[in-house]
């Protein structure tokens, strides 16, 4: 009787299993470059350290103390000043857009106040939707005080210029607000990426795919009739993990929940597109599990859902703004954490429909055009 | 017809013609070509060279009255592993736009032909494997095509379910129906009206048996000296 101690003919089963890997040189290079490439990709690209943050400022004052402090901000590696806005109104809009992070508000009279040396309070918005960002602006007040207390008084009496910062969106700095939406970003991809491209591999393996295309079924009917009920998939599975986000992790959507789900269809079919163009190019559902990996990865790490775009080195944020997730992020989290409405994202809508358009009918065409 | 695959011709220059209600067997080994004739014949697979004609339809048309024409049965079980006979069928009568009231008659109709009927409720995967070849045969009688392309259908089943297999196919020939049929035995290439011989993508005679057999004992021996004659 066999055992599992039983190691009779283990060259052979080791002899066939390398034959196999060896066989298929596109399975090879997958598995062998695409570790390498991932780390370098990643390794060059996750910085955890948080700097250059968006930052906008609104100047009712335009005295000169407030010139040195915009001054200040600008010497300040934590912040880059993208643009000083014209009323607290458009500084909230521009936190609420996505477009900063962090706000400064200079109240009229700064200057005045500061130089007869009476106590002033500079109110510093940040965008709490990103814990790390916030934090870092946090840290940052202190040494903007130090900053310009010395440039005022270079001995040492200090006016009191006081930063009081005050987040916006997500004040209590909760993990869950920050990181779910963008999981459910994540999941919606996966699932309809994975499932399209396993059915349509697995049909073409199987002889059914040839079988099909002998019918009257037309390509479209053949591409729409398979990702329509896949597509279904991935909306029930938004809305099931927008359910568990709000009563699990009790993460409120600040924004409209219509809007939420209408930018989610485009994004739907970003999904399927890609499982349809996979399946096009896997040759094996191992193949095909190996791309959508390929896929999965960046768009986990890459995204902006941990790491700063705007610190990622070059080709890493080329890669960042290739991807379909990048955008659909912006949304999610403008909708749910900042409450902002299609006025702020409609760059990212836009970016995200022509994604879903572009990728399905890309996609289909190809599908279609192709013989079995 | 040709067919090359880069510089390699695996249809070379086949022609022939199958009268209406005839039971035509392409006889060759495997690797000869067969299967990439009848994927021509059934427009999956596009000539590089030649066109052919079935049932009055040019095969590169898309057209759906050319695909309503013609029934496919792959070589392999080519249905749905997971689906019962019955969800199997009524896929096929959708895919061919059957009304539902004509789709439960042929349903009815091939079920009796095939004998499945008493396996509608099961999954396909759970049928042996001669089963599963009348349920693909169910399948591809479903739209009541004039033509029926098999191929290689009788392989790894057991003989008396091959018997039964070939009596259908005699039933329906007689019917009307057009059958053309890949096989590389000799014993059922015998049982067709006309065959032709196919090797390495060349078709080397086609006719009635006794044409082919000629002044030879048996079909295979006839075929061997038509080989060895090529080859010398």
Known sequence: MSSAFDLTGLGAVIYKEVRHILREPTTLVLILAMPVMQLLIYGYAINLHVEHVATVYHDADRGRVAGQLVSVLERTPTFHLVGSVASTAALRAALVSGRA????????????????????????????????????????????????????????????????????????????????????????????????????????????????????????????????????????DLLLVLIAMRTVFAVPIAGSVGLLLALSLPFVMTGLGLGLLISMVARSQLQAVVMTVFFVMPSFLLSGMFFEIDLMPAPARIISYALPMTYFLEILRGIIVRGAGFADLWVPAVVTVAFGVGTLALASLRFAARPS | MVKRYGEQAVVDGVSFCVEPGALFGLLGPNGSGKSTTVKMLCGLVSASAGSACVGGFDTRSRDSAARRHIGYMAQGFALYRDLTCEENLEFCARAYGLSPSIARARKREVYELTGTGAFKDQRAERLSGGWQRRLGLAAALLHDPAVLFLDEPT????????????????????????????????????????????????????GTVAEVRGPHETLEDALVALVRGMRS
């Open chain 1, 101 to 236: 992070r962090v706000g400064f508000e200079i109240p009229a009279g700064f200057s005045r106040d500061v130089e007869r040396g009476r106590p002033v309070t500079v109110p510093m918005l940040v965008d709490g939707s990103d814990a790390a960002i916030a934090q870092a602006a946090y840290g940052s007040a202190a040494q903007i005080e130090g900053a310009l207390s010395t440039w005022l008084d270079p001995l040492g009496e200090s006016p009191a210029v006081e930063i009081r910062a005050r987040t916006l969106f997500n004040p209590s700095l909760r993990t869950p607000n920050f990181l779910v939406p963008g999981l459910i970003g994540l999941m919606v991809q996966n699932i309809t990426m994975i499932l399209t491209a396993l059915s349509i591999v697995n049909e073409r393996d199987r002889g059914t795919l040839e079988q099909m295309r002998v019918t009257p079924i037309g390509s479209g009917a053949l591409v729409l009739g398979k990702l329509i009920p896949y597509g279904v998939v991935g909306y029930v």
């Open chain 2, 155 to 206: 392989a790894g089943v057991d003989p008396v379910a091959r018997r039964d297999l070939w009596d259908l196919f005699y039933g329906l020939a007689g019917a009307g129906k057009t059958f053309f049929i890949t096989t590389h035995d000799m014993g059922e290439a015998q049982r067709c009206s006309r065959i032709g011989y196919i090797l390495e993508g060349s078709l080397l005679v086609c």
